[in-house]
């Protein structure tokens, strides 16, 4: 039997899956967009639930590029992906709660401004925050923040805890 190793980039405009084999020659490749969404001036998002979706496709899509190439023949998964992009996932339903906030959205730029001038130009002394020196407007903790505050669905189940 033939084992594969299966590398997936999730990046910002599109999902790509590279199918390599046992000695690392490249035997399938494929690559699928997603949508971008522009709500506001400034903000950026992405339907989580079509990345992961895009996620499954692209890996059939290499596997039926190989004849014979099935899923439990894949040795490894190395998954790539896009940084900062932040969603929250719903515990019960396994779904999000909201679409994902991408690492170009600027929302959270007003909260980034306020703790930058309330901590003398240094936020690591406020939060943790693994950035030289101050919590950009695309850290997680502001996006984790507001989706929490701002979104309805978020209230019982992100803010109640375990």
């Not at 079509?50 to 590029?65: F, G, M, R, W």
């Not at 719903?90 to 306020?114: F, H, L, M, N, Y």
């Not at 901590?119 to 406020?126: K, L, W, Y």
Request: glycine share 12%.
């Amino acid at each position: 039997m033939a084992g594969y190793f299966l590398g997936i980039d999730q990046g910002t405009t599109l999902t790509t899956a590279v199918l390599a084999g046992e000695h690392w020659r490249i035997v399938g490749k494929a690559s699928v967009p997603h949508r971008q969404y522009y709500p506001n001036p400034g903000w950026v998002e992405h339907d989580a639930m079509e990345i992961y979706e895009n996620c499954l496709a692209v890996t059939l899509d290499v596997l039926k590029q190989v004849p014979g190439a099935k899923p439990e023949h894949i040795l490894s998964l190395g998954l790539d992906h896009q940084g900062e992009t932040c969603v929250i996932w719903e515990k019960e339903t396994g779904r999000p709660i909201s679409r994902a906030i991408v690492w170009q959205d600027r929302r959270t730029s007003p909260a980034a401004g306020r703790l930058k001038e309330e901590h003398g130009g240094s936020s690591r002394s406020a939060v943790f925050c693994p950035t030289p020196t101050t919590a950009p407007p695309s850290w997680n903790g502001f996006w984790t923040m507001w989706t929490g505050r701002g979104n309805e669905r978020s209230g019982a189940s992100c803010w109640r805890g375990p």
